[in-house]
């Protein structure tokens, strides 16, 4: 089976605002770029910045739009908290963990970039999880 890659565009004013908080804040490697569009490799994922003259308002809580990571190593997963905690990045919400106890728990994080887009980074302390354990019907938070 071929590895498929995820792939995901995104709005933002600015390519200067982008790469300090996607490159220097997360560590995203740079890719190629132009004065409207910007690539990234988001551990091996596309992200691709694109300018929009659009006025970008902040979301009312995290549902129903967010993307970003699940980490398969907890080490990895602390890593990038510590990297944005030293970065200064800006959490939407602060590190904590969902569903303890049970077969669904895991850790998260949310970051707010300059453009109002929300990035969630969670690992799971069951993999199965992650797309299993159908008997529960819990996902996210009640309210956000």
């Not at 988001?42 to 300018?51: D, E, I, P, T």
């Not at 453009?115 to 008997?135: D, Q």
């Amino acid at each position: 089976m071929a590895h498929s890659l995820f792939h995901l565009a995104f709005p933002v004013s600015n390519i200067p605002d982008t790469k300090r908080f996607y490159a220097d804040g997360l560590g995203c490697q740079v890719g190629r770029e132009n004065a409207a569009s910007l690539i990234l490799n988001l551990r091996g994922n596309q992200l691709v910045a694109h300018v929009t003259r659009e006025t970008l308002t902040p979301q009312q809580g995290v549902y129903p739009r967010h993307f970003g990571l699940i980490f398969t190593d907890e080490a990895e997963w602390r890593s990038l908290l510590e990297r944005a905690e030293q970065q200064q990045l800006h959490f939407y919400q602060s590190s904590k963990c969902r569903f303890l106890g049970t077969a669904l728990e895991h850790s998260t994080f949310f970051l707010e970039d300059p453009f109002f887009n929300l990035l969630e980074f969670k690992y799971y302390r069951h993999f199965e999880a992650i797309f299993g354990e159908k008997a529960f019907v819990q996902i996210g938070d009640v309210e956000s």
